[in-house]
């Protein structure tokens, strides 16, 4: 029993504990208030998006490709071959122009860009046949020692379908290059200057990363919008996003497409022409033997010659023009005096 | 080695195996891409599975056979399946496991005791089989929504690997989509998760497949049991008892799932995997005759209940497109098992888990989304249904689905058929030159054309000052630059027209045609190429539509009026 009124000592040991407690919760919660505020302070945005200039792109720009061409030669700057054999004429078209040694220099980084838009077979026309590709592979890394030749495309229909039912992505691989398939992550938002149609637009960037060359390979077709689907045209298959919206503006966009893209040089095989149908066909009955193979330096003059075994004006093909006058090329190919051959 | 360890490691390497089989459901080349993996050997495995096409379609399907030999397997040795091979049992007995570690021997015993409730997965598998049983009525195969390996199959595939690939890209190029993922994960996860309240929650008290086996195996000749009546009652055996089958006294034999853990908790060795049954005695399969009247009877009356909608009948949903070669709709509701194989194999990911606008029965089977994927369905792949278990999507060849070869006078599989949304389309509506369609439809010759038409631009006519060479100066100001694309015409009073090469604010150049001698006006005409489809050619693929520049609600779009696996819904003469 305790008197009612005696003082018990102070419990020295109960209070330093619970003042220890204290220090040390307060010392917690001051750490706690000062992250707080610390984040709230790194991340305070007073305005919000909106308000800013609104920023061209989120991602980061890229300004324009690189320039792949090789210095021009004049009399060397589109040839065309005759011939059924399409390893035979790319091989002789290319010579013509100086043999692959004047385009590919040893340990370049090749980018070949076929059309492998469609998950058809070869044989129907609709995209590069494999055989120009192995072709090209070989000379790139037999004659021009190239480090490292990358075959790619960004397709309209399901590209691991596209590259295998072609048969391309055997080819390629089989000759030693490396077939590479479209990601999302390989578009960057690009714009062209002097443009006015690839603005900010995520364009396939990423193979061209660490390559200095890149050749262009195209069939030759029929296409209901833009008359002819040839070189020029085979850049929109760099174009990522939804860009058939360029489809309204089909001749502007194949023209920007020819000046966003210098090649070192690019390929038509017209060996069959797809002459109804395209730029799918989709049967034998769409292809004509035409049995022709044209390398140059200069796409509107590739595509101007292409036009006529379509049976065709470059007239008809206003992209030509409007490429002309933006100085991609010629339209009168005749003036560069193509080199002919007929190979058996 | 003891035995449960051998349970473990038969656990592991077929759910592996169920792994591996998952991964190479994928179109290509690769070695792990699919050769000739047999991808849907674990739903061959599965006799409710073939039970459930028995009783909607009345036939046993070859590819099905191996559940014959689960079947003969279950009858003689017990549910095996359950414990040693399902790989959806294998992922509870884990979960179940980690969820339980550190809890008191007691509390798993309590957690293990048998209950009453265990009988609802009779109730549920008597459901799904009255609700197939009745084709006159309306047979309708469900079990695959609640089957473990239709669930398990479908889960992985349509929702746990694509979550895996984003990022890591390991079994696909880019992302996959798949609508209705998120009701999948979310009865995926609930069974798994249920682990952590009751281990094998599922197996226990829901799974219609464990039911069908605990039924079979009521004669099987080996059994586990007691080989005494009395103990010393420690209930250790009940420890890790995986069926909740209380062999420590009155075993439930139809509850075991062959697991094994009494066997070697036993420190008295009075449990045994024998040919007698338990000598402390055994229950066979616990359910009330009240219960399965009344589940059957529902089941059976469901199936008409939920055609009442139409969905199946006249009121069929025009969207609801199937894969090519898949069956007219009253025999596919029959044999889809909604296991998602169809859909993880697409190479170009058009083919969708459905949600219930094909009625409550279509729910996750397959359609095309050409909104979704890198394609609409394209014309040189049969994947689809190569792989489907049950031929709900038959295994048609290339000739078939194009109308090719012996197939000529047949014609090729349509899907549907492409209707242009006039009101959205840009020739159509907004005077824009576009027809991406008619460029991507794969058909040759194509089964959208165009008609050309010239039409006056808005503000299009204007007076025209002066005639010179060739070009036009006039007196008002239009916006410079818009008409030199190509696609514009200038037309004269007198009817000819020349082609529009540039325009300046004031003047117009011209490149093709010859220019009037005078001109009062000149209208400024767009040529365009507007996109229409012929019926007879269109097979419904859907590149059209996926390609529509107009992205939201696409201006051609394909619904599933003229689909060739319907005679009812022909609209060619």
Same mark, same amino acid.
């Given at each position: 029993?305790?008197?009612?009124?005696?003082?018990?000592?102070?419990?020295?040991?109960?209070?330093?504990?619970?003042?220890?407690?204290?220090?040390?919760?307060?010392?917690?919660?001051?750490?706690?208030?000062?992250?707080?505020?610390?984040?709230?302070?790194?991340?305070?945005?007073?305005?919000?998006?909106?308000?800013?200039?609104?920023?061209?792109?989120?991602?980061?720009?890229?300004?324009?490709?690189?320039?792949?061409?090789?210095?021009?030669?004049?009399?060397?700057?589109?040839?065309?071959?005759?011939?059924?054999?399409?390893?035979?004429?790319?091989?002789?078209?290319?010579?013509?122009?100086?043999?692959?040694?004047?385009?590919?220099?040893?340990?370049?980084?090749?980018?070949?860009?076929?059309?492998?838009?469609?998950?058809?077979?070869?044989?129907?026309?609709?995209?590069?046949?494999?055989?120009?590709?192995?072709?090209?592979?070989?000379?790139?890394?037999?004659?021009?020692?190239?480090?490292?030749?990358?075959?790619?495309?960004?397709?309209?229909?399901?590209?691991?379908?596209?590259?295998?039912?072609?048969?391309?992505?055997?080819?390629?691989?089989?000759?030693?290059?490396?077939?590479?398939?479209?990601?999302?992550?390989?578009?960057?938002?690009?714009?062209?200057?002097?443009?006015?149609?690839?603005?900010?637009?995520?364009?396939?960037?990423?193979?061209?990363?660490?390559?200095?060359?890149?050749?262009?390979?195209?069939?030759?077709?029929?296409?209901?919008?833009?008359?002819?689907?040839?070189?020029?045209?085979?850049?929109?298959?760099?174009?990522?996003?939804?860009?058939?919206?360029?489809?309204?503006?089909?001749?502007?966009?194949?023209?920007?497409?020819?000046?966003?893209?210098?090649?070192?040089?690019?390929?038509?095989?017209?060996?069959?022409?797809?002459?109804?149908?395209?730029?799918?066909?989709?049967?034998?009955?769409?292809?004509?033997?035409?049995?022709?193979?044209?390398?140059?330096?200069?796409?509107?003059?590739?595509?101007?010659?292409?036009?006529?075994?379509?049976?065709?004006?470059?007239?008809?093909?206003?992209?030509?023009?409007?490429?002309?006058?933006?100085?991609?090329?010629?339209?009168?190919?005749?003036?560069?005096?193509?080199?002919?051959?007929?190979?058996? | 080695?003891?035995?449960?360890?051998?349970?473990?490691?038969?656990?592991?390497?077929?759910?592996?195996?169920?792994?591996?089989?998952?991964?190479?459901?994928?179109?290509?080349?690769?070695?792990?891409?699919?050769?000739?993996?047999?991808?849907?050997?674990?739903?061959?495995?599965?006799?409710?599975?073939?039970?459930?096409?028995?009783?909607?379609?009345?036939?046993?399907?070859?590819?099905?056979?191996?559940?014959?030999?689960?079947?003969? @397997?279950?009858? %003689?040795?017990? *549910? $095996?399946? =359950?414990?040693? +091979? #399902? !790989?959806? /049992? &294998?992922?509870?007995?884990?979960?179940?496991?980690?969820?339980?570690?550190?809890?008191?021997?007691?509390?798993?015993?309590?957690?293990?005791?048998?209950?009453?409730?265990?009988?609802?997965?009779?109730?549920?598998?008597?459901?799904?089989?009255?609700?197939?049983?009745?084709?006159?009525?309306?047979?309708?195969?469900?079990?695959?929504?609640?089957?473990?390996?239709?669930?398990?199959?479908?889960?992985?595939?349509?929702?746990?690997?694509?979550?895996?690939?984003?990022?890591?890209?390991?079994?696909?190029?880019?992302?996959?989509?798949?609508?209705?993922?998120?009701?999948?994960?979310?009865?995926?996860?609930?069974?798994?998760? @249920?682990?952590? %309240?009751?281990? *094998? $929650?599922? =197996?226990?008290? +829901? #799974? !219609?497949? /464990? &039911?069908?086996?605990?039924?079979?195996?009521?004669?099987?000749?080996?059994?586990?049991?007691?080989?005494?009546?009395?103990?010393?009652?420690?209930?250790?055996?009940?420890?890790?008892?995986?069926?909740?089958?209380?062999?420590?006294?009155?075993?439930?034999?139809?509850?075991?799932?062959?697991?094994?853990?009494?066997?070697?908790?036993?420190?008295?060795?009075?449990?045994?995997?024998?040919?007698?049954?338990?000598?402390?005695?055994?229950?066979?399969?616990?359910?009330?005759?009240?219960?399965?009247?009344?589940?059957?009877?529902?089941?059976?009356?469901?199936?008409?209940?939920?055609?009442?909608?139409?969905?199946?009948?006249?009121?069929?949903?025009?969207?609801?497109?199937?894969?090519?070669?898949?069956?007219?709709?009253?025999?596919?509701?029959?044999?889809?098992?909604?296991?998602?194989?169809?859909?993880?194999?697409?190479?170009?990911?058009?083919?969708?888990?459905?949600?219930?606008?094909?009625?409550?029965?279509?729910?996750?089977?397959?359609?095309?989304?050409?909104?979704?994927?890198?394609?609409?369905?394209?014309?040189?792949?049969?994947?689809?249904?190569?792989?489907?278990?049950?031929?709900?999507?038959?295994?048609?060849?290339?000739?078939?689905?194009?109308?090719?070869?012996?197939?000529?006078?047949?014609?090729?599989?349509?899907?549907?058929?492409?209707?242009?949304?006039?009101?959205?389309?840009?020739?159509?509506?907004?005077?824009?030159?576009?027809?991406?369609?008619?460029?991507?439809?794969?058909?040759?010759?194509?089964?959208?054309?165009?008609?050309?038409?010239?039409?006056?631009?808005?503000?299009?006519?204007?007076?025209?000052?002066?005639?010179?060479?060739?070009?036009?100066?006039?007196?008002?100001?239009?916006?410079?630059?818009?008409?030199?694309?190509?696609?514009?015409?200038?037309?004269?009073?007198?009817?000819?027209?020349?082609?529009?090469?540039?325009?300046?604010?004031?003047?117009?150049?011209?490149?093709?045609?010859?220019?009037?001698?005078?001109?009062?006006?000149?209208?400024?005409?767009?040529?365009?190429?507007?996109?229409?489809?012929?019926?007879?050619?269109?097979?419904?693929?859907?590149?059209?539509?996926?390609?529509?520049?107009?992205?939201?609600?696409?201006?051609?779009?394909?619904?599933?009026?003229?689909?060739?696996?319907?005679?009812?819904?022909?609209?060619?003469?």
């Amino acid at each position: 029993m305790t008197e009612p009124n005696q003082i018990n000592p102070p419990d020295v040991g109960r209070i330093n504990s619970a003042r220890r407690q204290l220090l040390i919760r307060g010392a917690k919660a001051a750490a706690s208030i000062a992250a707080a505020v610390g984040v709230a302070r790194w991340l305070y945005d007073p305005k919000g998006l909106g308000a800013k200039k609104v920023p061209d792109t989120f991602f980061g720009e890229v300004k324009g490709l690189p320039d792949f061409s090789v210095p021009r030669k004049d009399g060397q700057v589109i040839s065309i071959v005759q011939g059924q054999d399409r390893a035979k004429t790319a091989s002789k078209a290319i010579e013509l122009l100086g043999g692959i040694e004047r385009f590919i220099s040893p340990g370049d980084i090749v980018v070949i860009k076929p059309n492998v838009g469609f998950a058809t077979p070869s044989i129907l026309g609709a995209t590069t046949h494999p055989d120009v590709i192995t072709a090209v592979v070989k000379l790139c890394y037999e004659k021009g020692k190239a480090k490292k030749v990358i075959v790619t495309d960004n397709s309209i229909n399901d590209p691991a379908s596209c590259f295998t039912i072609s048969g391309i992505s055997k080819a390629a691989s089989a000759a030693g290059a490396e077939v590479v398939m479209p990601k999302d992550s390989y578009f960057s938002p690009l714009t062209l200057e002097g443009g006015s149609l690839i603005k900010d637009w995520p364009v396939y960037c990423a193979p061209f990363a660490k390559a200095n060359k890149l050749i262009g390979i195209a069939p030759l077709k029929n296409h209901h919008r833009s008359a002819a689907s040839m070189t020029m045209k085979n850049w929109y298959g760099l174009l990522g996003g939804r860009r058939n919206v360029f489809h309204q503006d089909i001749n502007n966009i194949i023209a920007e497409l020819a000046m966003l893209i210098k090649p070192t040089l690019v390929i038509l095989d017209g060996t069959v022409t797809m002459m109804t149908n395209g730029p799918t066909g989709g049967s034998v009955s769409d292809l004509k033997k035409t049995n022709t193979m044209i390398a140059s330096c200069d796409m509107v003059a590739a595509d101007a010659f292409g036009s006529s075994l379509l049976n065709l004006k470059p007239a008809d093909l206003p992209y030509l023009s409007i490429a002309e006058k933006a100085g991609v090329g010629a339209v009168d190919y005749e003036s560069l005096k193509p080199l002919r051959a007929e190979v058996i | 080695m003891k035995i449960t360890t051998v349970r473990r490691i038969s656990q592991l390497f077929f759910f592996a195996l169920f792994l591996w089989f998952c991964i190479v459901a994928t179109v290509g080349d690769k070695f792990w891409q699919i050769r000739n993996w047999p991808i849907n050997w674990f739903l061959q495995l599965d006799p409710l599975v073939a039970l459930g096409t028995i009783l909607s379609t009345g036939k046993f399907y070859g590819p099905l056979h191996c559940a014959l030999g689960v079947v003969i @397997l279950t009858i %003689i040795f017990g *549910r $095996f399946f =359950c414990g040693w +091979i #399902c !790989p959806f /049992g &294998a992922i509870h007995q884990f979960v179940g496991y980690l969820g339980n570690r550190g809890k008191k021997v007691a509390e798993k015993i309590r957690l293990n005791i048998y209950r009453k409730a265990q009988c609802v997965k009779y109730l549920v598998l008597i459901f799904f089989l009255g609700m197939a049983a009745f084709p006159s009525l309306a047979s309708s195969l469900q079990t695959g929504l609640l089957d473990p390996i239709p669930l398990v199959t479908r889960s992985f595939q349509l929702v746990l690997l694509p979550i895996l690939d984003r990022g890591t890209y390991l079994t696909s190029v880019n992302a996959r989509y798949y609508e209705f993922g998120w009701l999948i994960l979310a009865v995926f996860a609930t069974a798994v998760l @249920l682990n952590l %309240i009751i281990p *094998r $929650f599922y =197996c226990r008290f +829901i #799974c !219609p497949l /464990g &039911a069908f086996l605990a039924i079979i195996s009521r004669f099987s000749i080996w059994r586990i049991g007691k080989t005494k009546p009395q103990c010393i009652n420690c209930k250790t055996c009940e420890k890790s008892c995986e069926g909740g089958c209380e062999p420590s006294g009155n075993i439930k034999i139809a509850e075991c799932v062959l697991c094994f853990n009494c066997r070697d908790d036993c420190k008295h060795d009075l449990i045994v995997y024998q040919t007698v049954s338990s000598l402390a005695g055994e229950t066979q399969v616990d359910v009330s005759r009240r219960g399965v009247v009344l589940s059957f009877v529902s089941g059976v009356l469901a199936a008409p209940a939920i055609r009442l909608s139409g969905k199946v009948a006249s009121n069929w949903y025009s969207g609801v497109v199937r894969p090519p070669g898949a069956l007219a709709e009253p025999e596919f509701v029959k044999r889809c098992l909604k296991c998602g194989q169809c859909m993880r194999v697409c190479p170009t990911n058009v083919i969708q888990p459905a949600g219930i606008e094909g009625g409550l029965e279509g729910l996750w089977t397959p359609i095309l989304n050409n909104r979704i994927g890198s394609s609409g369905c394209q014309l040189n792949c049969v994947a689809c249904g190569q792989v489907c278990p049950t031929s709900a999507i038959r295994p048609i060849t290339l000739d078939e689905k194009g109308g090719l070869g012996e197939f000529a006078s047949a014609g090729p599989i349509k899907l549907g058929i492409a209707f242009v949304d006039q009101g959205r389309c840009l020739p159509w509506s907004m005077d824009k030159p576009c027809i991406v369609c008619q460029e991507d439809c794969p058909v040759s010759p194509k089964a959208i054309f165009t008609k050309d038409t010239f039409t006056t631009v808005r503000d299009g006519v204007v007076s025209v000052k002066k005639l010179t060479g060739d070009s036009i100066e006039i007196d008002q100001s239009i916006p410079a630059g818009k008409f030199g694309t190509g696609d514009y015409y200038a037309l004269f009073e007198d009817g000819s027209r020349c082609k529009i090469a540039s325009n300046t604010d004031t003047s117009i150049g011209i490149s093709e045609g010859k220019l009037p001698a005078s001109a009062g006006k000149v209208e400024i005409q767009v040529r365009l190429q507007r996109p229409c489809v012929d019926i007879e050619k269109c097979t419904g693929c859907g590149i059209c539509e996926h390609e529509c520049p107009v992205t939201g609600k696409r201006a051609i779009r394909i619904t599933a009026e003229g689909e060739t696996r319907s005679k009812d819904r022909r609209l060619l003469l």
